[in-house]
Protein backbone atom coordinates (compact mmCIF):
# COMPACT_ATOMS: atom_id res chain seq x y z
CA UNK A 1 0.00 0.00 0.00
CA UNK A 2 0.98 3.09 -1.04
CA UNK A 3 1.14 7.38 -0.21
CA UNK A 4 1.69 9.41 -3.01
CA UNK A 5 2.65 13.01 -3.17
CA UNK A 6 0.42 15.59 -4.40
CA UNK A 7 1.42 17.71 -6.71
CA UNK A 8 0.35 20.65 -4.79
CA UNK A 9 1.78 18.97 -0.96
CA UNK A 10 2.17 22.06 0.76
CA UNK A 11 3.69 22.20 4.98
CA UNK A 12 1.89 24.77 6.61
CA UNK A 13 4.92 25.54 9.86
CA UNK A 14 2.78 27.51 12.22
CA UNK A 15 -0.96 28.30 13.28
CA UNK A 16 -2.84 31.46 12.74
CA UNK A 17 -4.16 31.50 15.81
CA UNK A 18 -3.37 29.84 19.48
CA UNK A 19 -5.67 29.63 22.97
CA UNK A 20 -4.87 27.64 25.68
CA UNK A 21 -7.77 26.17 27.89
CA UNK A 22 -7.00 24.90 31.57
CA UNK A 23 -3.31 23.42 32.42
CA UNK A 24 -3.33 19.64 32.00
CA UNK A 25 -6.46 19.40 30.07
CA UNK A 26 -6.97 17.45 26.73
CA UNK A 27 -9.01 19.13 24.33
CA UNK A 28 -11.29 16.41 23.25
CA UNK A 29 -14.34 17.82 20.81
CA UNK A 30 -14.14 20.67 18.70
CA UNK A 31 -17.69 22.31 16.85
CA UNK A 32 -18.03 25.47 14.88
CA UNK A 33 -21.16 27.50 16.55
CA UNK A 34 -22.09 30.50 14.50
CA UNK A 35 -18.97 33.26 15.22
CA UNK A 36 -17.05 30.73 17.70
CA UNK A 37 -15.42 27.84 18.02
CA UNK A 38 -16.83 25.06 21.28
CA UNK A 39 -14.11 23.60 22.63
CA UNK A 40 -14.61 20.96 25.52
CA UNK A 41 -11.56 19.99 28.08
CA UNK A 42 -10.92 16.90 29.76
CA UNK A 43 -11.56 16.17 33.38
CA UNK A 44 -10.89 18.01 35.84
CA UNK A 45 -12.03 20.58 34.29
CA UNK A 46 -14.72 19.47 31.80
CA UNK A 47 -15.80 23.29 30.50
CA UNK A 48 -16.79 24.03 27.05
CA UNK A 49 -14.98 27.39 25.76
CA UNK A 50 -16.20 29.19 23.36
CA UNK A 51 -13.59 30.88 21.22
CA UNK A 52 -14.31 33.78 18.62
CA UNK A 53 -13.17 32.51 15.29
CA UNK A 54 -11.02 35.79 14.50
CA UNK A 55 -7.87 35.45 17.08
CA UNK A 56 -9.33 32.36 19.44
CA UNK A 57 -10.06 34.99 21.96
CA UNK A 58 -12.36 33.52 25.16
CA UNK A 59 -15.31 34.73 25.19
CA UNK A 60 -17.36 32.38 26.97
CA UNK A 61 -17.03 29.17 29.20
CA UNK A 62 -19.72 26.60 29.86
CA UNK A 63 -19.59 24.70 32.59
CA UNK A 64 -20.02 21.41 30.55
CA UNK A 65 -20.70 18.49 32.45
CA UNK A 66 -20.33 16.88 36.28
CA UNK A 67 -18.70 14.07 35.04
CA UNK A 68 -16.97 14.57 31.71
CA UNK A 69 -17.93 16.16 28.69
CA UNK A 70 -17.67 13.42 25.58
CA UNK A 71 -18.94 15.45 22.81
CA UNK A 72 -19.90 18.48 21.09
CA UNK A 73 -22.53 18.57 18.18
CA UNK A 74 -24.22 21.97 16.74
CA UNK A 75 -27.66 21.22 15.86
CA UNK A 76 -29.71 23.65 13.68
CA UNK A 77 -33.76 23.77 14.19
CA UNK A 78 -33.65 22.10 17.61
CA UNK A 79 -37.03 21.08 18.45
CA UNK A 80 -38.09 23.71 15.76
CA UNK A 81 -36.07 26.29 16.47
CA UNK A 82 -34.44 28.91 13.80
CA UNK A 83 -30.97 29.21 15.87
CA UNK A 84 -28.02 26.90 15.91
CA UNK A 85 -27.94 25.39 19.10
CA UNK A 86 -24.63 23.33 21.02
CA UNK A 87 -25.32 19.89 22.27
CA UNK A 88 -23.28 18.41 24.13
CA UNK A 89 -23.47 14.96 25.98
CA UNK A 90 -21.47 13.82 29.39
CA UNK A 91 -20.70 11.22 31.81
CA UNK A 92 -23.33 12.19 34.15
CA UNK A 93 -25.69 10.85 32.33
CA UNK A 94 -26.95 14.42 30.74
CA UNK A 95 -27.54 15.63 26.65
CA UNK A 96 -27.49 19.35 26.93
CA UNK A 97 -28.50 22.15 24.70
CA UNK A 98 -26.77 25.37 25.41
CA UNK A 99 -28.15 29.20 25.24
CA UNK A 100 -24.50 30.93 24.97
CA UNK A 101 -26.18 33.89 25.08
CA UNK A 102 -27.19 32.89 28.68
CA UNK A 103 -24.28 30.56 29.29
CA UNK A 104 -27.41 28.21 30.78
CA UNK A 105 -28.76 24.96 29.87
CA UNK A 106 -31.76 25.31 27.56
CA UNK A 107 -32.76 21.81 27.21
CA UNK A 108 -31.69 19.21 29.46
CA UNK A 109 -32.44 15.18 28.39
CA UNK A 110 -31.15 12.76 31.02
CA UNK A 111 -31.02 8.46 31.06
CA UNK A 112 -33.38 7.16 33.67
CA UNK A 113 -30.64 5.74 35.95
CA UNK A 114 -27.54 8.61 34.69
CA UNK A 115 -25.73 5.94 32.91
CA UNK A 116 -22.78 7.21 31.40
CA UNK A 117 -23.20 8.85 27.97
CA UNK A 118 -20.29 9.11 25.31
CA UNK A 119 -21.36 10.48 22.27
CA UNK A 120 -25.01 12.10 20.55
CA UNK A 121 -26.57 13.76 17.89
CA UNK A 122 -29.69 15.13 16.64
CA UNK A 123 -31.64 14.50 13.85
CA UNK A 124 -32.05 16.87 10.53
CA UNK A 125 -35.44 17.71 11.46
CA UNK A 126 -34.39 18.42 14.93
CA UNK A 127 -37.42 16.33 16.22
CA UNK A 128 -34.86 13.61 17.92
CA UNK A 129 -31.90 13.69 19.82
CA UNK A 130 -29.82 10.49 20.36
CA UNK A 131 -26.98 9.33 22.86
CA UNK A 132 -24.82 6.16 22.98
CA UNK A 133 -24.44 4.95 26.81
CA UNK A 134 -21.20 3.28 28.54
CA UNK A 135 -21.54 0.03 29.12
CA UNK A 136 -23.01 -0.17 32.32
CA UNK A 137 -24.40 -3.79 34.41
CA UNK A 138 -24.31 -5.54 31.29
CA UNK A 139 -26.66 -3.38 28.92
CA UNK A 140 -25.41 -0.21 26.79
CA UNK A 141 -28.21 2.08 24.97
CA UNK A 142 -28.90 4.31 22.39
CA UNK A 143 -31.49 6.58 23.94
CA UNK A 144 -33.67 8.69 21.94
CA UNK A 145 -35.37 12.02 23.36
CA UNK A 146 -38.05 14.77 22.01
CA UNK A 147 -36.34 17.88 22.52
CA UNK A 148 -39.58 19.62 23.09
CA UNK A 149 -40.84 17.03 25.66
CA UNK A 150 -37.31 16.27 27.38
CA UNK A 151 -38.29 14.53 30.89
CA UNK A 152 -38.01 11.33 29.55
CA UNK A 153 -36.05 9.15 27.24
CA UNK A 154 -39.47 8.60 24.49
CA UNK A 155 -37.55 5.01 24.07
CA UNK A 156 -34.47 3.07 24.31
CA UNK A 157 -32.49 0.63 21.95
CA UNK A 158 -30.73 -2.34 24.14
CA UNK A 159 -29.93 -4.89 21.56
CA UNK A 160 -28.10 -2.66 19.07
CA UNK A 161 -24.63 -3.06 20.84
CA UNK A 162 -23.38 -5.04 23.55
CA UNK A 163 -20.76 -2.85 24.80
CA UNK A 164 -19.61 1.12 24.90
CA UNK A 165 -21.83 2.64 22.08
CA UNK A 166 -18.70 5.73 20.77
CA UNK A 167 -20.81 6.94 18.25
CA UNK A 168 -24.45 7.98 17.08
CA UNK A 169 -24.99 9.99 13.81
CA UNK A 170 -28.02 10.71 11.91
CA UNK A 171 -28.32 10.78 8.17
CA UNK A 172 -29.30 13.43 5.73
CA UNK A 173 -33.17 11.08 6.44
CA UNK A 174 -34.33 11.45 10.04
CA UNK A 175 -34.75 8.63 11.09
CA UNK A 176 -31.73 7.12 9.83
CA UNK A 177 -29.21 6.45 12.89
CA UNK A 178 -25.89 5.48 12.12
CA UNK A 179 -24.06 3.81 15.57
CA UNK A 180 -20.84 2.27 16.78
CA UNK A 181 -19.36 0.42 19.61
CA UNK A 182 -16.96 -1.11 21.13
CA UNK A 183 -17.94 -4.61 20.79
CA UNK A 184 -16.83 -4.40 17.53
CA UNK A 185 -19.99 -3.93 15.53
CA UNK A 186 -21.70 -1.09 13.52
CA UNK A 187 -25.44 -0.15 13.21
CA UNK A 188 -28.02 0.98 11.11
CA UNK A 189 -31.41 1.49 12.55
CA UNK A 190 -34.53 3.07 12.09
CA UNK A 191 -34.71 5.60 15.16
CA UNK A 192 -38.45 5.45 14.85
CA UNK A 193 -38.59 1.90 15.24
CA UNK A 194 -40.51 1.83 19.20
CA UNK A 195 -39.89 -2.20 18.72
CA UNK A 196 -36.21 -2.91 19.15
CA UNK A 197 -35.93 -5.55 17.76
CA UNK A 198 -37.12 -4.19 14.06
CA UNK A 199 -35.02 -1.36 14.54
CA UNK A 200 -31.80 -2.72 12.99
CA UNK A 201 -31.79 -2.47 9.52
CA UNK A 202 -28.05 -3.33 8.59
CA UNK A 203 -25.18 -4.85 10.90
CA UNK A 204 -21.27 -4.38 10.02
CA UNK A 205 -18.81 -6.76 12.55
CA UNK A 206 -15.53 -5.31 12.27
CA UNK A 207 -13.92 -7.76 14.94
CA UNK A 208 -11.91 -4.85 16.77
CA UNK A 209 -13.83 -2.45 18.87
CA UNK A 210 -15.03 0.91 16.86
CA UNK A 211 -13.72 4.40 18.84
CA UNK A 212 -15.14 6.47 16.06
CA UNK A 213 -16.98 6.42 12.66
CA UNK A 214 -19.93 8.45 10.78
CA UNK A 215 -21.38 9.02 7.16
CA UNK A 216 -19.67 9.52 3.86
CA UNK A 217 -22.13 11.43 1.55
CA UNK A 218 -20.15 13.16 -0.84
CA UNK A 219 -19.75 11.73 -4.21
CA UNK A 220 -21.84 8.91 -3.97
CA UNK A 221 -26.00 8.06 -5.17
CA UNK A 222 -25.63 5.81 -1.77
CA UNK A 223 -24.21 6.55 1.29
CA UNK A 224 -21.24 5.16 2.27
CA UNK A 225 -18.97 4.98 6.43
CA UNK A 226 -16.52 5.38 7.55
CA UNK A 227 -14.66 3.78 10.59
CA UNK A 228 -11.98 4.27 13.20
CA UNK A 229 -10.36 1.14 15.48
CA UNK A 230 -8.41 1.56 18.33
CA UNK A 231 -5.93 -0.80 16.98
CA UNK A 232 -5.54 2.58 14.30
CA UNK A 233 -7.14 0.84 11.52
CA UNK A 234 -9.04 2.67 9.33
CA UNK A 235 -12.25 0.64 7.68
CA UNK A 236 -15.05 1.82 4.58
CA UNK A 237 -18.37 0.47 4.05
CA UNK A 238 -21.13 0.03 1.47
CA UNK A 239 -24.40 1.36 2.46
CA UNK A 240 -25.41 -2.31 3.44
CA UNK A 241 -22.71 -2.25 5.94
CA UNK A 242 -20.19 -4.75 4.17
CA UNK A 243 -16.64 -3.76 4.54
CA UNK A 244 -14.74 -2.60 1.66
CA UNK A 245 -11.53 -1.58 3.22
CA UNK A 246 -9.61 -2.73 6.35
CA UNK A 247 -6.51 -0.59 6.61
CA UNK A 248 -3.68 -0.06 8.98
CA UNK A 249 -3.61 3.71 8.94
CA UNK A 250 -0.02 3.62 10.05
CA UNK A 251 1.17 1.80 6.48
CA UNK A 252 0.70 4.51 4.05
CA UNK A 253 3.88 6.41 4.48
CA UNK A 254 5.73 9.34 2.50
CA UNK A 255 9.62 8.23 1.78
CA UNK A 256 9.14 10.42 -1.92
CA UNK A 257 12.38 12.87 -3.22
CA UNK A 258 13.68 13.33 0.20
CA UNK A 259 10.44 14.31 2.50
CA UNK A 260 8.81 12.20 4.80
CA UNK A 261 5.69 11.56 6.21
CA UNK A 262 4.94 8.31 9.05
CA UNK A 263 1.38 8.39 10.22
CA UNK A 264 1.20 7.44 13.71
CA UNK A 265 -2.77 7.71 14.41
CA UNK A 266 -5.71 8.00 12.51
CA UNK A 267 -7.48 11.80 14.09
CA UNK A 268 -10.79 12.17 12.48
CA UNK A 269 -12.50 12.07 8.83
CA UNK A 270 -14.39 14.56 7.24
CA UNK A 271 -16.73 14.43 4.38
CA UNK A 272 -16.18 17.21 1.87
CA UNK A 273 -16.72 16.98 -2.36
CA UNK A 274 -13.00 18.92 -2.20
CA UNK A 275 -11.38 15.04 -1.52
CA UNK A 276 -11.01 12.57 -3.94
CA UNK A 277 -13.91 9.86 -3.04
CA UNK A 278 -15.86 12.45 -0.75
CA UNK A 279 -13.88 11.97 1.99
CA UNK A 280 -10.71 13.96 3.76
CA UNK A 281 -8.77 11.33 5.97
CA UNK A 282 -6.59 13.40 9.21
CA UNK A 283 -3.43 11.61 10.87
CA UNK A 284 -0.92 12.83 13.32
CA UNK A 285 2.43 12.21 14.30
CA UNK A 286 3.70 11.76 18.28
CA UNK A 287 5.21 14.96 17.79
CA UNK A 288 1.90 16.91 17.65
CA UNK A 289 2.26 17.53 13.61
CA UNK A 290 -1.26 16.47 11.46
CA UNK A 291 -1.69 15.89 8.00
CA UNK A 292 -4.11 15.43 5.52
CA UNK A 293 -4.58 12.01 3.01
CA UNK A 294 -7.02 11.07 0.60
CA UNK A 295 -7.76 7.68 -1.15
CA UNK A 296 -8.92 7.94 -4.78
CA UNK A 297 -10.85 4.85 -4.73
CA UNK A 298 -12.10 4.10 -1.01
CA UNK A 299 -14.13 0.66 -2.61
CA UNK A 300 -10.47 -0.27 -3.55
CA UNK A 301 -8.06 -1.75 -0.63
CA UNK A 302 -5.30 -1.57 -3.39
CA UNK A 303 -6.27 1.88 -4.38
CA UNK A 304 -3.19 4.39 -3.59
CA UNK A 305 -3.43 7.20 -1.04
CA UNK A 306 -2.43 11.05 -1.87
CA UNK A 307 -0.63 13.42 1.12
CA UNK A 308 -1.98 17.05 0.20
CA UNK A 309 -0.98 19.39 3.30
CA UNK A 310 0.78 18.82 6.43
CA UNK A 311 0.45 21.20 9.58
CA UNK A 312 3.67 21.34 11.89
CA UNK A 313 4.93 23.37 14.55
CA UNK A 314 2.06 23.88 16.50
CA UNK A 315 1.43 21.10 19.18
CA UNK A 316 3.66 19.24 21.21
CA UNK A 317 2.10 15.55 21.47
CA UNK A 318 -0.38 14.22 20.30
CA UNK A 319 -3.61 16.23 18.46
CA UNK A 320 -7.22 14.74 20.42
CA UNK A 321 -9.35 16.66 18.33
CA UNK A 322 -10.11 18.17 14.17
CA UNK A 323 -12.40 20.41 12.73
CA UNK A 324 -12.62 21.79 9.02
CA UNK A 325 -14.23 24.77 8.76
CA UNK A 326 -14.58 24.57 5.59
CA UNK A 327 -16.60 28.07 5.29
CA UNK A 328 -13.41 29.96 6.17
CA UNK A 329 -11.00 27.46 4.93
CA UNK A 330 -9.34 27.39 8.25
CA UNK A 331 -8.62 24.22 10.14
CA UNK A 332 -9.00 24.10 14.12
CA UNK A 333 -7.38 21.22 16.05
CA UNK A 334 -7.33 20.63 19.64
CA UNK A 335 -4.39 18.45 21.85
CA UNK A 336 -3.35 16.95 24.56
CA UNK A 337 -1.16 20.09 25.34
CA UNK A 338 -4.43 21.78 26.13
CA UNK A 339 -4.11 24.06 22.85
CA UNK A 340 -6.52 25.35 20.06
CA UNK A 341 -5.07 26.17 17.16
CA UNK A 342 -6.14 27.58 13.89
CA UNK A 343 -4.54 26.79 10.72
CA UNK A 344 -4.88 27.96 6.91
CA UNK A 345 -5.55 24.98 4.68
CA UNK A 346 -4.34 24.86 1.31
CA UNK A 347 -6.13 24.32 -1.91
CA UNK A 348 -6.27 20.32 -1.99
CA UNK A 349 -5.24 20.60 -5.91
CA UNK A 350 -2.50 21.85 -8.13
CA UNK A 351 -3.41 25.39 -9.69
CA UNK A 352 -3.76 24.84 -13.63
CA UNK A 353 -0.85 27.06 -14.30
CA UNK A 354 2.43 27.31 -13.31
CA UNK A 355 2.91 30.54 -12.20
CA UNK A 356 -0.34 29.97 -9.71
CA UNK A 357 1.74 26.76 -8.56
CA UNK A 358 4.87 28.57 -7.72
CA UNK A 359 2.86 30.78 -5.57
CA UNK A 360 0.88 28.17 -4.15
CA UNK A 361 3.89 26.20 -3.19
CA UNK A 362 4.74 28.41 -0.72
CA UNK A 363 4.55 27.64 2.77
CA UNK A 364 1.45 29.40 4.71
CA UNK A 365 3.34 30.74 7.71
CA UNK A 366 3.54 34.53 9.53
CA UNK A 367 7.53 33.79 9.25
CA UNK A 368 8.15 32.17 6.53
CA UNK A 369 7.32 32.29 2.98
CA UNK A 370 10.57 29.67 1.60
CA UNK A 371 9.52 26.88 -0.94
CA UNK A 372 9.20 23.38 1.30
CA UNK A 373 11.17 21.53 -0.97
CA UNK A 374 14.10 23.95 -0.68
CA UNK A 375 13.01 24.01 3.06
CA UNK A 376 15.93 22.93 5.50
CA UNK A 377 14.72 21.16 8.43
CA UNK A 378 17.10 22.99 11.00
CA UNK A 379 15.06 25.96 10.46
CA UNK A 380 11.49 24.87 10.66
CA UNK A 381 10.92 21.81 12.74
CA UNK A 382 12.29 20.55 16.11
CA UNK A 383 14.56 17.30 15.81
CA UNK A 384 11.94 13.92 15.60
CA UNK A 385 9.41 15.89 13.30
CA UNK A 386 7.77 13.53 11.19
CA UNK A 387 8.18 15.88 8.35
CA UNK A 388 11.78 16.27 7.33
CA UNK A 389 14.55 16.25 4.38
Not at 42 to 50: G, K, V
Not at 196 to 217: I, K, L, M, P, R
Amino acid sequence: MSLHRSPSLKSVDGPLSTASLPESNYVLSLTSLGNFYAASASSPSNEITLLDKIGLRTVQILPGHEEGTTYLRTITGLGGSTQSTLLSSGRDGCVKAWDERSGMVGIQMMAADRRPLLCCDASSDGFLVAAGTALQNEDAFVLFWDPRNPAAPLRSHGSTHSDDITAVHFGQTPNLLFSASSDGLISLSNAYEVDEDEAVTYVGNWGCSVSQGGWAHAGFKKSHFWTASDMETFGYWSSELDRLQDTDIRYPSLHDQGQTWVTDYLISCHCTPKAESGLAVFVGSNEGDAALITNSNLSSPAAPWTIHSVWTGGHVGIVRSILWDEDHDVLVTGGEDSKVLTWRVPELYSPNTQEEQDVSMQIDSPNSKRVWEDMDVSETASPGKRVRH
